[in-house]
């Protein structure tokens, strides 16, 4: 067994069965192949690396073929490789990546110029309609160039997918690998949220008491990452407005605003027009009592401290009045499991909630759980696993409840 296959799904199996066609040209960012063919293959994706004979003097292809299980295709044979992964054939692969690509090679491509094996199967692949994705990396004034630029526009125009360079210090950096790992999940996923704007409201609130002291809650903020992550890879627009938590927001999810408190959220609200949101998930560990606010800091010599707290503003109420037609999902958190079906449930009616997820406090900040999906048409249905496959199940309840209307 080839040591790459120690790592293959260890991540997840969301590419599993998935065979990548890596193109690997002559940028400096070639070294990063190594830990993107890897980070593919833990998600249980095939990688096959090409590369140009540019790219073989900046990494040598043992370092490809340790990072991968396959010899690197550098020249073609009588094999005729290109048509066997790219060719009119019964199981072609699912994908050719060219990453990092160079200005020569885009630029080269444009003009159906194949003179590598990378763009000769460039050339193959466009012909058999296998989506081809570029990711460009090169100096800034490289990018900069007009032909490069025309060449960039006329690939767009000719529907190619392009996974964005970042532009920093005067170059034009390769996209993070996670960028691009979550982008290419996207593309070879299942697309059932396809044009969908989804909101997602998560993490947790923090309510001051004081100048400087405030009550907030132990809830990590996963659930909402998980969500957001598998509605992206399901092809949605995400929106994620996002409370306090300890966890970094990915990368690829762009449309992110943040909130402290749950007077934020009903501002953030009022300011929103929600006709344009498909889908609204609120998951986010919300205050249900606010404390009376000093405007000073409470002394600490105090012998005891009393702070009075008052209801908070609904924000599933606040949503349903703002938007009645929306579907709309609620998550239920209760200690006990025996009156947790029955609290949800009332949730569920009193706002026409399209979906209550209910939970237990057991299930705060671990990685795998188990919850109960409730749904308009009295559906329950009890899942377990990870916070991955808990969103996942959550937005095909959602997907089938939604389109079955
Ligand atoms: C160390 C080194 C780094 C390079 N980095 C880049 C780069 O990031 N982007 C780019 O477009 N060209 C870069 N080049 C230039 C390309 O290697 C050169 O244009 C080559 O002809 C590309 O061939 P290929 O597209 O077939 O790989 C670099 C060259 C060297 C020697």
């Known amino acids: ?3 790459s296959e120690e790592i293959r799904g260890t ?4 590419l599993a069965g998935k065979q990548i066609i890596l193109g690997v040209t002559g940028s400096i960012a070639a070294v990063q192949t190594i830990q993107l063919s890897r980070e593919f293959i833990r998600h249980g994706a095939d990688v096959i690396p090409v590369m140009s004979p540019a790219a073989t003097r900046i990494i040598h292809p043992d370092a490809l073929y340790f990072a991968t299980g396959h010899q690197p295709i550098c020249e073609l044979s009588g094999d005729t490789e290109h048509v066997r992964y790219c060719g009119k054939t019964k199981s072609p692969a699912d994908l050719y990546l060219l990453c990092p690509c160079t200005a020569n090679t885009l630029s080269k491509i444009a003009y159906g110029i194949d003179d590598t094996a990378v763009t000769t199967f460039a050339t193959t692949a466009l012909g058999s309609n296998i989506p081809l994705v570029l990711v460009p990396a090169m100096h800034q004034s490289m990018y900069d160039h007009v032909i490069v630029k025309q060449n960039i526009d006329l690939l767009r125009k000719k529907g190619l997918l392009f996974i964005d360079p970042n532009l920093e210090s005067n170059k034009a950096k390769l996209a993070s690998i996670e960028m691009i790992t979550h982008e290419t999940i996207r593309l070879l996923g299942n697309h059932i949220y396809d044009g969908t704007h989804v909101l997602i409201i998560g993490g947790s609130s923090c309510e001051p008491i ?11 903020g996963k659930t909402a990452l998980a969500l957001a992550t598998t509605a992206y890879h399901q092809g949605a627009e995400v929106e994620l407005w996002y409370g306090s938590s300890q966890q970094q927001v990915p990368t690829f999810i762009k449309d992110v605003k943040r909130f402290s408190s749950v007077k934020d959220v009903e501002e953030m609200i009022q300011d929103r027009d929600l006709s344009t949101v498909d889908l609204i998930i609120v998951c986010a560990a919300l205050s249900d009592y606010l404390p009376e606010k000093t405007n000073e800091k409470i002394p600490s010599e105090k012998k005891e401290l009393n702070i009075i707290c008052h209801p908070a503003p609904n924000i599933l109420s606040l949503i349903r009045k703002k938007a009645p037609q929306v579907p709309l999902v609620g998550f239920k958190l209760e200690s006990n499991e025996k009156t947790l079906i029955k609290k949800a449930e009332d949730l569920r009616a009193r706002h026409h909630l399209t979906l209550v997820v209910a939970n237990t406090t057991s299930n705060l900040s671990t990685e795998d759980g188990s919850v109960h999906l409730i749904g308009e048409k009295g559906q329950i249905k009890k899942i377990n696993g990870t916070k991955n496959d808990i969103a ?11 389109h079955h209307d």
Do not use: A, G, Y
């Open 11 to 14: 991540k997840t199996k969301l």
């Open 392 to 402: 996942m199940e959550i937005l095909c309840f959602l997907h089938e409840t939604i």
């Open 1 to 3: 067994m080839h040591p």
């Open 210 to 220: 004081d100048t400087v002291r405030c009550i907030c809650n132990t809830s990590s």
